[in-house]
């Protein structure tokens, strides 16, 4: 019988490209580690699984412009209001833990910024303290008067892992643009490198071999090849009918095979290992 999918959810963080061609707008990449159990070695977002504290009480006052009725409105398949607003809380603490970007409101309405360096420490250490399970984020937005900024993260898609693995994640996938005064930082975890780059350079260096990427993030990456800046992007997430994502994968004369709905078919993609 198939492993049971685990809620889960990524961010897919753009910021305007510091080069002079190749795309108006980058992604930002992380690399798994060699070691991870789920697709090592290669290139993802970031994101992690659902929490339950993402969705408790607490955690749903602290959220900004998006309810927990719009929240479940949007996703369309949650029966609980508070759970689906986890998936937007989930991604924010999520990518704070693996790359240092937190999506945070202060009380004068404005972004999160590290640009002192007594401000640079305090949310490092908070990392470090969220990383290891000494605080939660609820803690920490509560003691800096903090609000998530929800309404920054953009339902993008909905990817299931295919049966045939024993790892298994329902994964919502979200668009954010990167604040302009944060930097990504990985965590060196389970995450050994990140990068920024045009979704057209990634494409390029997979088929050069240079980069892994399982089936959902290539196809995302394609996608996002295809518009010219981030308003383009996040406007194609407005009124989008998402539908939940399962390819089919098979053993095939010794290599693995992934079907999607479409019709595509991809050989031999990570994890090329079951």
Not at 108 to 125: A, K
Not at 180 to 192: K, M, N, V, W
């Amino acid at each position: 019988m198939p492993a049971e999918p685990v809620d889960a959810a990524t961010v897919i963080y753009l910021r305007p490209s510091l080069k002079a061609s190749g795309g108006n707008f980058e992604v930002l990449m992380v690399l798994r580690h060699p070691e991870s159990k789920f697709i090592p070695d290669s290139y993802v977002f970031p994101g992690g699984c659902l929490d339950p504290e993402d969705y408790d009480s607490e955690m749903v006052e602290l959220s900004a412009g998006l309810s927990v009725t719009h929240a479940q409105s949007i996703l369309g398949d949650i029966s609980s209001p508070e759970k689906a607003l986890g998936f937007w809380v989930t991604g924010i603490r999520e990518t704070f833990e693996e790359v240092g970007i937190l999506l945070a409101y202060q009380n004068d309405g404005s972004l999160v910024s590290f640009v002192s360096d007594n401000t640079i420490q305090m949310f490092r250490t908070y990392r470090m303290m969220l990383q290891a399970g000494e605080i939660s984020l609820k803690t920490i937005f509560k003691k800096e008067g903090l609000k998530l900024a929800s309404d920054r993260l953009h339902y993008y898609s909905n990817w299931i892992t295919p049966e045939l693995l024993p790892l298994r994640y329902n994964v919502r996938f979200f668009i954010a643009e990167a604040p302009r005064e944060q930097s990504a930082f990985h965590d060196g975890i389970e995450l050994t490198r990140h990068i920024w780059i045009t979704p057209r350079a990634m494409l390029d260096g997979f088929h050069r071999k240079e980069f892994n990427m399982v089936v959902p993030t290539l196809v995302t990456i394609e996608e996002l090849s295809r518009h010219d800046t981030i308003d383009d992007v996040i406007a194609s997430t407005k009124n989008k009918e998402i539908k939940p994502i399962l390819t089919v994968m098979v053993q095939e004369n010794g290599g693995i095979v992934e079907y999607m709905p479409d019709g595509r078919v991809f050989r031999n993609m990570p994890p090329s290992i079951l």
